[in-house]
């Protein structure tokens, strides 16, 4: 989406950053059970495997869980079949024990996300919608998961609440009306507005907003709401997403309405991790 930054690579800083925080939170340094057993300096080789189809995310991340040698042969966006090698370890035993599975969590959860965005994703290209994810994304994980939607084929929405202005009815509420909502703003910003009826389209219209997030309509009413934002001397400018209870079961007659976008939360908030494994040799 043009209007917010796209996570299409992640910083290195940031990836080390994190990884020595989730390993801090699991004791890495002090895996009691591999150091009663693994002799020091044991130095073994291990494959991370696939165990089903899936759309890897992860290959950034993945060098920086370990110590030693970390080959990776695959791509972030790669279509992967079961029992495919991801990458190879050659480390000192300990370490790969006691880092494993800090970096299995990352790169399931991060796959998951992936996968679940790409079967959206193919549903809506022919349609030319975007499929756009949400900040309802697990505390510590964001800038991972919103990469992985871009790695899923989606786009990512404001990463922030900094990121750019969506003004939703509670915000509404507060200041009294819309019109009295966006005097307050600076109009250096673009602005979306979240609306539910047709008389606040109107009212968003005539004063002249860059977007719309059309919230819990069905596809009927989007269908009148988007003509009716087209037709006005602005309208072909207008970015128009729908949003709320739209999933894979029921957004193919969503697709045809004229929409730019669907938002979607499940695609970081309610996926299911990829199975996938480490393997000594």
């Not at 990352?106 to 809506?124: E, M, P, S």
């Not at 990463?159 to 509404?172: E, P």
Request: glycine share 6%; charged share 25%; with cysteine.
């Amino acid at each position: 989406m043009k209007n917010y930054k796209q996570y299409n690579q992640l910083d290195k800083n940031t990836i080390i950053k994190k990884i020595n925080s989730f390993l801090e939170e699991d004791l890495a340094y002090k895996d009691i059970t591999t150091q009663s057993i693994v002799e020091d300096n044991q130095i073994n080789e291990a494959d991370i495997i696939t165990m089903e189809p899936l759309i890897f995310s992860g290959s950034e991340i993945i060098p920086h869980c370990f110590d030693g040698k970390i080959k990776v042969n695959v791509n972030d966006g790669d279509l992967l079949p079961s029992n495919t090698i991801i990458g190879t370890i050659i480390a000192d035993a300990q370490s790969i024990l006691a880092r494993e599975r800090v970096m299995l969590n990352i790169i399931q959860r991060l796959c998951g996300i992936a996968t679940h965005t790409k079967k959206y994703v193919d549903l809506a290209e022919p349609f030319n919608v975007k499929i756009l994810d949400t900040r309802k994304t697990t505390p510590g994980m964001r800038l991972f998961e919103k990469y992985a939607v871009k790695c899923g084929g989606g786009y990512n929405h404001r990463f922030d609440l900094s990121s750019g202005i969506l003004i939703k009815d509670n915000h509404i509420q507060s200041a009294g009306s819309i019109s009295a909502t966006l005097k307050k703003i600076d109009r250096k910003y673009w602005v979306e507005l979240e609306v539910d009826t047709i008389d606040q389209i109107h009212e968003g219209l005539k004063n002249r907003v860059n977007g719309f997030l059309l919230d819990n309509m069905n596809p009927v009413k989007i269908k009148e709401a988007v003509k009716i934002i087209r037709s006005h001397q602005y309208g072909k400018e207008i970015f128009i997403e729908a949003s709320g209870g739209i999933n894979l079961t029921n957004i193919q007659p969503y697709l045809n309405t004229g929409i730019d976008g669907i938002s979607i939360g499940a695609l970081t908030h309610q996926i299911q991790s990829s199975d996938i494994k480490l393997e000594f040799r």
